[in-house]
């Protein structure tokens, strides 16, 4: 095979995206999108994990801080299956609601135990809540560690919640095939 040929047929295997199929693949990938169904499905996650942050809580007795990990890949995935995002405001939602989801979790999960040993049922612990009270226990359970693992929370869910797209799969975008 000569030098040309031998480029010729790279280009024919992996032919660069010219600048115009990618303002149309851009184009249509956008308007797939869907920021509010994103939004509620993040919102959905992080409570969905907030719940079952303080229900490990409750069942295992242990205050338990990677459950915030959790929230963040859960929050991530919901946003980004339900709202199609590529663009990073996408990422910032998930983000936002992975921090609510384990901001929310802790609370739970310290208003549980804090039920348990006093005696008290969870829906009258949780009745008894105000902003006050809120901060109070957020500050006496706050652990350093927390700070760690919400950090890694809100990566995962900013990270997760909008697709990235390689050459490889726009190509296959603009052949017909289905991106991921």
Known sequence: MTEESASESESLESPALDPSQLLYLQQKLESEQNLVL??????????LGAAAWAGITVATGYQIGFMAIG???????AVRT????????????????????CALGNLLAVTALVAQNDG?????????????LIQDLMVAFFNPMDALFYGIALYYGYKLAFRQL?????????SGGAAT
């Open 38 to 47: 994103g939004a509620v499905g993040g919102l959905a996650a992080s409570l």
């Open 82 to 101: 339900l709202g199609k995002g590529v663009t990073s405001v996408f990422g910032v939602v998930g983000a936002a609601f992975s921090l609510l989801g």
């Open 120 to 132: 008290v049922a969870f829906l009258d612990a949780v009745s008894q809540l105000n902003p006050s």
């Open 71 to 77: 929230i963040g890949f859960l929050v991530g995935f």
């Open 166 to 174: 390689s050459e490889g799969e726009l190509e296959q975008m603009l």
